[in-house]
């Protein structure tokens, strides 16, 4: 219950200035800035695991910081959509990233399991600022220019590919 309190409670509460925000400022940069924010505290919390010091405490409070940079990521990701689609294909996209976003929920638990089977919980919490980071490098300077659409099919193409290869490792009888 206290996991729940503190990944969702800072969220709750800063998603109301979060959607002003997005409505005020540059919505990419926000995008990347709290993206980055919250990859920052994950490598802080991978760099404490390895070098020993793991507690709840540490957990809840990167909980309560990653929580934070997605109540302010969050409305901006949504309200960016109509910045980047066509009018007449804003429904079909909105409706292809959440078709993706609950595949992404269905398949990230099988897919931690497999992680976390195979590699260390640092190595783990790396893969997630691995991905912000190559993501940041990647879409940051071409948001502006190539549509939606792509980094839609990219993104869950990648996402599926990477949980398949994961699965299928953490399979002894097909590699072993």
Not at 5 to 20: A, D, K, N, R, T
Not at 121 to 126: G, L, Q, T
Request: hydrophobic share 60%; with cysteine.
């Amino acid at each position: 219950m206290l996991s729940t309190i503190c990944s969702m409670f800072p969220q709750v509460i800063i998603s109301l200035w979060g959607g002003v925000w997005a409505d005020r400022y540059n919505r990419k940069t926000l995008i990347m800035l709290t993206d980055g924010f919250i990859a920052l505290s994950t490598f802080g919390l991978a760099i404490a695991f390895w070098a020993g010091f793991r507690s709840l405490e540490l957990l809840l409070a990167v909980s309560v910081v990653r929580s934070l940079g997605a109540g302010i990521q969050t409305p901006c990701v949504n309200a960016i959509f109509p910045q980047l689609v066509p009018m007449e294909k804003l429904t079909r996209i909105q409706g292809i990233n959440h078709t993706l976003g609950s595949v992404l929920l269905l398949l990230s638990p099988a897919v931690g399991g497999a992680l976390l089977g195979s590699v260390s919980i640092a190595w783990a919490f790396m893969l997630d600022v691995v991905t912000v980071i190559l993501a940041i490098l990647l879409f940051g300077p071409l948001a502006d220019v190539i549509s939606v659409e792509l980094i839609l099919v990219f993104t869950g193409v990648l996402l599926l590919l990477t949980g398949i290869i994961f699965y299928l490792s953490s399979r002894k009888f097909i590699f072993h």
